[in-house]
DNA sequence: TAGATTGTTAATCGATTAACAATC
DNA sequence: TAGATTGTTAATCGATTAACAATC
């Protein structure tokens, strides 16, 4: 929209970016031009350049791109830096093992608290910290200030939470819900994780493919 | 493209409007305009009228969609009463966890084998399935011929997976690993679910909201 | 029939690609 | 310097929105 404004197709692809320049910084290469980046990746070096180009410029003529560089202003437009406090909304299965098996810290957010409506779950430790019941949810918030709520529960469960934490200060969501916090919250950032809504596009790929 | 092609931009809407119907439907609607679902889900009339018409005249002017009615064509669309054989490489804690947690029928498939390198895993049950060793991957496909692999194993494993998988007649990837398989394999179809790229937007997001 | 709402064409907007002058 | 490659403007392509005739 306005000038400065980042198209939502660029941040989509920054990760993606980001993730081939690790591999290429961690194989020990020093620079790389739009074209080879481009042909690595399977998009045009114009697309590379512009993207790219939306932040600052990077690049050296004749040279082409420090990979190094690059790799850490990426991470810095992506907020890797920063320290973004996070809540935990539900601890079933799904909860532990994303709560468990991510190092939040490498994108931007520290878990402060983690919370279930479960007795049998609620007292118990996940990744370090101990379960709250969610009727303690605004008390913890006033205190800790969290940002971001990973929401690991049911989509019956996940509308109320909603109403309750975006008074409480929750600027952005990461939904595994199958609740549609935009259309109800359009003032939240919100990035969802629908496995079924993949699987589903998968399904429809396969059936549709050669034609 | 030609014409009968359907732009992924489409195709990423419809399970969208597949659950929004879905709600819709138990909640007893019977009928719904363009305008109304619009307002709904924060889309323009005009663009839901676009994206159905692909696919066919579902509506009747001066009526509306009829839901039941339009829910089961998207159902049709989305393969979601296919059975597109399926096999899950890597059964750690995500692997276990989108097993025995998916109702994978829903979506069209039907989990048919389950793999992992591990000796302390291969023989174990989960989600109905004796965990073979990766080694008899080949036998396995040659027999059953699955078309569908989910990949929950780390990335340096999913490399040389593809490798093999593709050869044996896999057409479709639900990748959870951070192996990018569209670069090395541009024909097989792939859904990525990249956990820690949805928190890297979510991030930038947070960090750039108001601006 | 009159009113409502679709299907569809045309207009606009935005994203991608191409081209090339600037410059390392 | 000459060659390479960027940054950036212009051209193209595709997706979204608007408009309206068709029709239930």
Redesign the interface.
């Known amino acids: 929209m306005k000038n400065?404004?980042?198209s939502s197709s660029v941040?989509?692809r920054?990760?993606?970016y980001?993730?081939?320049l690790g591999h290429l910084k961690k194989q020990g290469v020093l620079r790389i031009s739009s074209s080879e980046l481009a042909e690595?990746?399977?998009l045009t070096a114009s697309q590379i350049r512009q993207d790219l180009n939306r932040f600052g410029g990077f690049g050296q003529q004749g040279y082409g791109y420090n990979i190094e560089l690059l790799y850490e202003q990426i991470g810095e437009?992506?907020?890797?830096n920063?320290d973004?406090k996070a809540i935990m909304l539900g601890v079933g299965?799904?909860g532990v093992?994303?709560a468990?098996?991510?190092d939040?810290k490498?994108?931007?957010?520290t878990l402060v608290g983690a919370f279930d409506i479960d007795q049998n779950v609620v007292g118990k430790t996940v990744a370090g910290l101990k379960v709250n019941h969610t009727d303690c949810l605004e008390e913890f918030c006033k205190e800790h200030k969290p940002?971001?709520a990973f929401l690991c529960v049911p989509s019956s469960a996940a509308e109320e939470l909603c109403e309750r934490l975006v008074p409480l200060g929750i600027?952005?969501?990461?939904n595994f819900s199958?609740y549609?916090i935009?259309?109800e919250h359009?003032n939240a950032?919100?990035?969802?994780?629908?496995?079924?809504?993949?699987?589903?596009?998968?399904?429809?790929?396969?059936?549709?493919?050669d034609?």
């Open positions: 400065g404004h980042i941040i989509k920054l990760p993606r980001y993730r081939f690595k990746m399977r437009i992506l907020g890797i920063s973004v299965k799904l093992v994303v468990e098996n991510m939040f490498k994108q931007g957010f940002k971001a600027k952005g969501f990461w199958h549609d935009k259309s359009p950032e919100v990035e969802n994780v629908h496995f079924s809504d993949a699987l589903m596009r998968l399904s429809y790929k396969i059936k549709n493919t034609k």
